[in-house]
């Protein structure tokens, strides 16, 4: 695609459920990186995937946290028993390989757990 | 492991002056790359501008360049002639070896 796609964009969930977040990367890329933007902060390293492997996946925060890659394509972010400290803006970027160029990010996904 | 650090939580300027965002960082590395990002109220993070540590000409983007000093480990970016559209958040960032490490921001108003 353009751009890369995240969905949803908003996001409201109750305490205890699951959710699955989505990131689209532009086509080709084969690097992309998940962040974590709560509220008043920067961003926080989640994962980096290089293709379909996550040579780097130390920001998760707890083992409620999850994230896969398939076909070197779609990324899906998994957050089990979610806490209200889990509400953040999550966001999803990408490049076309570890580059030093920077990333292309996504518009996010607003997470709110009540 | 690298920090970044920006100290202005917030700032305010009239439209068309010139502001500056300070940004410091700490690393032990020598050869890294330096970024400022916006991020407007969309939360699309835009790519202002780049610098890599081993030049030492300072970055510049049509209205937007950086004061880079590598040995007192500042990157500051400096916005001449604001317009209103620059009103966002701005992070700095470290990319090495293979991500980017952000500060915290800063948000800045520009004022009609």
């Known amino acids: 695609g353009a751009g890369v796609s995240q969905s949803p964009s908003n996001k409201v969930t109750e305490k205890g459920k699951d959710v699955e977040l989505r990131c689209d990367p532009i086509?080709?890329?084969?690097?992309l990186y998940w962040y974590r933007q709560s509220l008043g902060q920067g961003l926080e390293f989640l994962i980096y995937?290089?293709?379909?492997?996550?040579?780097?996946k130390s920001g998760l925060p707890s083992d409620r946290f999850s994230a896969e890659r398939t076909g070197g394509s779609v990324s899906t972010l998994t957050i089990q028993r979610t806490q209200q400290e889990d509400s953040a803006v999550y966001l999803c970027?990408?490049?076309?390989?570890?580059?030093?160029?920077?990333?292309?990010f996504g518009s996010g996904t607003r997470l709110t757990v009540v | 492991a690298q920090t970044v650090t920006q100290s202005q939580p917030e700032m305010s300027v009239q439209e068309a002056e010139t502001v500056t965002l300070s940004c410091t960082y700490d690393?032990?590395?020598?050869?890294?790359?330096l970024f400022w990002y916006k991020q407007p109220p969309s939360r699309q993070m835009i790519l202002v501008i780049r610098?890599?540590?081993?030049?030492?000409q300072n970055a510049t983007e049509n209205r937007f360049s950086v004061n880079f000093q590598k040995a007192a480990k500042s990157f500051s970016l400096k916005i001449s002639d604001s317009q209103l559209g620059d009103t966002a958040m701005y992070f700095c960032?470290?990319?090495?070896?293979?991500?980017?490490?952000f500060g915290t921001g800063t948000r800045l108003t520009i004022i009609p």
């Open positions: 970027a990408s490049s076309p390989g570890p580059t030093t160029y920077g990333y292309t």
């Open positions: 086509s080709g890329h084969t690097a």
């Open positions: 995937f290089q293709g379909n492997s996550a040579p780097d």
């Open positions: 690393t032990s590395e020598s050869n890294y790359y």
């Open positions: 610098q890599e540590a081993y030049k030492q």
């Open positions: 960032a470290f990319f090495y070896p293979e991500k980017l490490t």
